[in-house]
């Protein structure tokens, strides 16, 4: 006769607990390092690398979806081995290096996008970048949508929001979403703090909306019944070798880092 406490695990697969984290990966630009730059490097993960880090989920028996597409597994209500994929800013080699190798393996993802700067470059830190980088246009977007990725939102400016005024602050959350669903002409549900900027009350606000998720910079895998609008991340860069990122993946290492 088994034990209770056999029994009570059978609907589970073996070695898959309610409670298995659930890395969400933020990555920015998918593209070789420009020449010259020497300051926010980490922005960068080589087309090459991003492969062989998809190749490495693939082997592992692990899918990689959109935040949308994983929503069911951060609340908990479906298991399985699956890991979230964002692409912070909504840059053009997103859709030029990263689109075709996440079709190879059937996996999605989300980019969260600055609706006020569609088609133009990333005008908050190019200044400080030395560098300006070409943001999708609305077609780009459009193609990224049809491809079955997910078009997120971060805010109309890329504001620090918890330093915005109320009024603006609340724009730019609602706002965004609005501007990108005419864009793509469907829902937009998921959201990303700039810089990880968040308080009480534009967790509020991206609430109000309408958002179903929302991302933040703090360091940690999520897990199963972690508030939906503030979940932590782990940063991909071009520093980390495939052992770093498996290590990020699927060790304490992060959550430690918290
Ligand atoms: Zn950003």
Redesign the pocket.
């Known amino acids: 006769m088994a034990s209770r406490e056999h029994g009570s695990t059978k609907a589970v697969p073996h070695g898959l607990r309610t409670s298995s984290p659930i890395p969400i990966f933020m990555y ?1 630009n998918i593209a070789p390092l420009p020449r010259g730059v020497t300051r926010y490097r980490g922005l960068y993960v080589k087309p090459r690398a991003f492969a062989h880090q998809l190749g490495l989920l693939h082997a592992l028996g692990y899918r990689a979806l959109s935040m949308s597409d994983a929503m069911p597994y951060l609340r908990g209500d479906e298991h399985g081995r699956v890991v979230v994929i964002t692409l ?2 909504g840059y053009a080699d997103n859709v030029d290096n990263a689109l075709a190798l996440l079709q190879h393996y059937g996996f999605t993802a989300t980019c ?1 996008v ?1 609706s006020g700067a569609v088609g133009r470059y990333n005008e908050w830190d190019s200044e400080r970048l030395g560098l300006r980088k070409p943001l999708m246009n609305a077609d780009q977007l459009r193609a990224w949508h049809a491809a079955g990725m997910e078009v997120g939102a ?1 805010s109309r400016t ?1 504001a620090r929001l918890s330093r915005c005024s109320p009024w603006v602050m609340k724009d730019e959350v609602r706002g965004s979403k609005a501007d990108l669903e005419d864009v793509i002409s469907a829902p937009v549900t998921q959201f ?1 703090y ?2 990880g900027d968040v308080n009480d009350a534009v967790v509020e606000a991206t609430r109000e909306a309408g958002y179903e998720g929302a991302t933040t910079v703090q360091r940690g895998r999520a897990v199963p019944g972690s508030d939906l609008l503030r979940l932590p991340r782990v940063a991909v860069s071009y520093r980390h070798i495939l052992p770093q990122f498996a290590m990020r993946a699927f060790t304490r290492y992060e959550d430690r880092r918290a």
Request: net charge negative; charged share 20%.
């Open positions: 920015h912070d800013d969260y600055v971060h890329h990303c700039p810089y």
